[in-house]
């Protein structure tokens, strides 16, 4: 039983990966850009940010206080049929972008910080919701 929980954490470990986050620069109060580029190992899917079921667990980004969200910017998912659903279900797959406009609270040379959450499933099950720590350098004057 431990080896079966010791692979299902380790699957989930690398199941999403965020690639290197550009640095960030600009005024506060004004609105800079921060993309994320994600890598979804093969075999699993994410539920998109806009679910067809009240069930599902949505993909989700949030920013900390010290920045005001002025929008999330998904790609536009895929419709996909699995076994387990009568539907298709709107989903991430593959290698895809998340771009935010954020504002900045404060100035000086820090850390933005958010959380990415998602659940990732492959044809046959779900893996435990999990939360990713976001953190991108930034340079606000």
Known sequence: ???????????????????PVAPVSGKRGEPVTV?????LANGYHLNSHKPEDPYLIPLRLT???SVETVHVKFPEPKHERYAFSDKPL????????????VKPK??????LTGKLRYQAC????????????VKVPADIR
């Open 90 to 101: 709107s989903v991430f797959t593959g290698d895809f972008s998340i771009v935010s406009t």
């Open 106 to 111: 404060n100035a000086g040379f820090g850390v």
């Open 63 to 65: 920013w900390d206080a």
């Open 1 to 19: 039983m431990a080896v079966v929980l010791a692979l299902a954490l380790k699957a989930q470990t690398d199941t999403l990966r965020v690639g």
């Open 122 to 133: 492959n044809h046959n099950s779900c893996l435990p919701p999990k939360t990713i720590d």
């Open 35 to 39: 993309k994320l580029d994600l890598k």
